[in-house]
Nanobody, 124 residues
Framework: VQLQASGGGLVQAGGSPRLSCAAS????????MGWFRQAPGKEREFVAA????????YYADSVKGRFTISRDNAENTVYLRMNNLQPTDTAVYYC??????????????????WGQGTQVTVSS
């Protein structure tokens, strides 16, 4: 499956952009989906994940209550709504997909497919 992330850009602190990740080349509903981010000079970290049917949602503590992950299986797209962005949220955001439902949703190595990333820069 191929993943294409979009929706990043320059945002003022407190803003609420929405990232999108469009999937193609596979049966989207068979994949759990995740969002990760990588800030300059830091390792890639987990942000949020969603199960195939949206029945289970997972969030990093740093974004819980501010970010919301969702998906539309009919549109083959997963979203990440980010509220009250802070400069510490500045990073490249990546979407990822995984067919193996027994793996941890929180770990990078669980995901088979990755998008190219979209830059989110939060200005104070």
């Amino acid at each position: 499956v191929q993943l294409q992330a979009s929706g990043g850009g320059l945002v003022q602190a407190g803003g609420s952009p929405r990232l999108s990740c469009a999937a193609s080349g596979g049966t989207f509903s068979m994949y759990a989906m995740g969002w990760f981010r990588q800030a300059p000079g830091k390792e890639r970290e987990f942000v949020a994940a969603i199960s195939r049917s949206s029945g289970s949602l997972y969030y990093a503590d740093s974004v819980k209550g501010r970010f919301t992950i969702s998906r539309d299986n009919a549109e083959n797209t997963v979203y990440l709504r980010m509220n009250n962005l802070q400069p510490t949220d500045t990073a490249v955001y990546y979407c990822a997909a995984d067919r193996n439902l027994s793996r941890s949703r929180y770990q990078i190595r669980s995901y088979e497919y990755w998008g190219q990333g979209t830059q989110v820069t939060v200005s104070s």
